[in-house]
């Protein structure tokens, strides 16, 4: 064992363990750990009944409720969506199957600003979809969710994809001569495994929505109280030149983004945990 080790190590492709880390801490300080210090500290010049008005003013807290509200709707309804077409896209053949799994990866290579400017023209009153339905979609709170649900379904298919093409149709057929019918080798057999791809998936999802601003601003309509969300509103402040207040509002965002990751993340090995007993 301790010969194999000594030989990988000398005939590792990528540098050796200290010099690979040395390198990772500094990437990861210059990109993450620097400027997200650096917001910190901007706001800790601020006293602390002025940092509490900067972020508990009325205008602020619609936008925490809208932004977080939102993104955790449009996280849960493509956690289900996105189930579904990630079993449809890894289970069947269909034609076009290739253009429509080229398709989910759209928002990720559209740039934010144009997916926004097409979900208004499309959900505008005098839209192509918008003309047609009974209620109000683009600058609205309920444009924002759609914005965010169109930005957030990648994350949860790309994510359950690899675990559904593990998962061998012999599980399936298996439960089934057991006596399992289909909604039991889904929630029994099926589901469990599926659960820790799909808190990631719902994970990155929500965390991706919450910074979300190219696509959200166009069809928002950007009202305070109504429909504007947070990182609109620092971007607000910013050009107000009313750094500590957007600094101030940037780090409660941070706090509470990295809380929830955290509790999901926490649950997600929790799971895995109670899989593997």
């Not at 400017?117 to 918008?130: K, M």
């Not at 012999?170 to 006596?179: I, N, P, S």
Request: aromatic letters at 14%; a positive charge; hydrophobic letters at 55%.
């Amino acid at each position: 064992m301790f010969l194999s080790r000594t030989l990988l190590r000398q005939h590792s492709v990528l540098p050796g363990f200290d010099l690979a880390l040395g390198f990772t801490l500094l990437y990861v300080s210059f990109i993450v750990l620097i400027p997200l210090s650096a917001a910190f500290l901007k706001t800790a010049t601020m006293t602390w009944p002025a940092f509490w008005e900067a972020v508990t003013s009325p205008r602020v807290m619609a936008s925490y409720r809208l932004t977080f509200g939102a993104s955790l709707a449009g996280a849960l309804l493509n956690a289900f969506f996105g189930l579904i077409v990630a079993w449809v896209l890894v289970r069947y053949e269909f034609p076009f199957k290739r253009v429509v799994d080229a398709l989910v990866d759209l928002p990720f290579a559209l740039p934010t600003a144009v997916g926004g400017i097409a979900l208004t023209a499309l959900y505008a009153q005098n839209g192509w979809i918008g003309q047609w339905l009974p209620f109000k979609v683009s600058y609205t709170p309920l444009g924002v969710f759609v914005a965010l649900t169109f930005i957030g379904l990648p994350f949860v298919v790309r994510t359950l994809q690899p675990v559904l093409e593990d998962l061998h149709k012999e599980v399936e057929e298996a439960a089934a001569t057991l006596g399992a019918n289909r909604w039991q080798t889904f929630t029994k057999v099926i589901f469990p495994i599926l659960t820790p791809a799909l808190i990631t998936g719902f994970a990155l999802a929500f965390a991706r929505a919450l910074g979300e601003y190219g696509s959200v601003i166009f069809i928002a309509g950007n009202m305070p109280l109504v429909s504007e969300i947070t990182p609109l509103l620092i971007i607000t402040k910013l050009e107000q030149y009313d750094y500590q207040g957007a600094t101030a509002i940037a780090c409660v965002m941070l706090v509470a983004a990295f809380a929830l990751l955290l509790g999901i993340n926490a649950l997600q090995a929790w799971t895995r945990a109670r899989q593997g007993r």
